[in-house]
């Protein structure tokens, strides 16, 4: 059983492009995240969502828009792709009313803009 | 989020105890001290966290020097499974939305020879 999983794990799209990422939890947590790992291998955060609402939103380009249909779900979705888009995106998620809880991470999508 | 110091690599061999320090001397008294690794290609995992005193779970124990400005990971008995970029991270443990931003630096990647 997966706790966190993404799909899909590898992406290779054109310059321009328009594509989602899904992001699924089964751990019963109300928050989840999205970060990103560029090619020196920066893990960045890139926004947060609990209970369906949007609470982080680093500097990051409105291209990029996350959505939360449901708890368990955040999807990313990217408009206007450009090959600095490259990299890995990873999901993770945690409860929010638990001091001193951890997240749990999934596996990454290889995002490759062309 | 106080900022960490690791050494940027490091080499252990296998089942000996690996030791992976850390720098925290801007650590204030309600920051965390969190380990997470992350093996090649995949999401970063938690590993082992605290506060004051040392802690030890089935996969490390946490050191965390007196005056909280450093820690020590160790991992009792490295096996080749163990090689992986670990990071050391110190944060605010406080419930609530969006409270479990993670920073993530360079970490020490620590290669297990056999």
């Known amino acids: 059983d997966t706790a966190v999983s993404q799909t899909p794990k590898y992406l290779v799209t054109q310059m321009g492009n328009d594509k989602s990422i899904k992001c699924e939890q089964n751990?019963?947590?109300?928050?989840m995240y999205w970060y990103k790992q560029d090619s020196k291998k920066f893990l960045k955060i890139m926004f947060s969502y609990n209970n369906k609402e949007l609470i982080i939103n680093e500097t990051v380009p409105n291209r990029f828009s996350p959505k939360s249909p449901d708890k368990a779900h955040l999807n990313l979705h990217i408009n206007s792709l450009e090959l600095g888009d490259s990299a890995v995106y990873f999901c993770?998620?945690?409860?929010?009313?638990?001091?001193?809880?951890?997240?749990?991470f999934g596996q990454g999508t290889r995002l490759t803009v062309v | 989020d106080a900022k960490t110091t690791q050494p940027p690599s490091m080499d252990c061999a296998e089942g000996r105890a690996a030791n992976l320090p850390c720098n925290h001397s801007t650590i204030s008294g309600n920051e965390y001290v969190y380990w997470y690794r992350q093996i090649h290609s995949q999401g970063p995992q938690y590993i082992i966290h605290?506060?004051?005193n040392n802690e030890t779970n089935e996969m490390a124990s946490l050191i965390i020097t007196e005056d909280r400005k450093s820690s020590t990971l160790i991992l009792p008995h490295a096996t080749l499974r163990d090689t992986a970029v670990y990071y050391c991270i110190v944060r605010v443990s406080h419930s609530g939305a969006g409270s479990y931003q993670l920073t993530f630096g360079k970490g020490t990647k620590l290669s297990v020879i056999p």
């Open positions: 993770a998620s945690s409860h929010s009313d638990r001091e001193n809880t951890e997240a749990f």
């Open positions: 751990l019963g947590h109300d928050t």
């Open positions: 605290g506060l004051k």
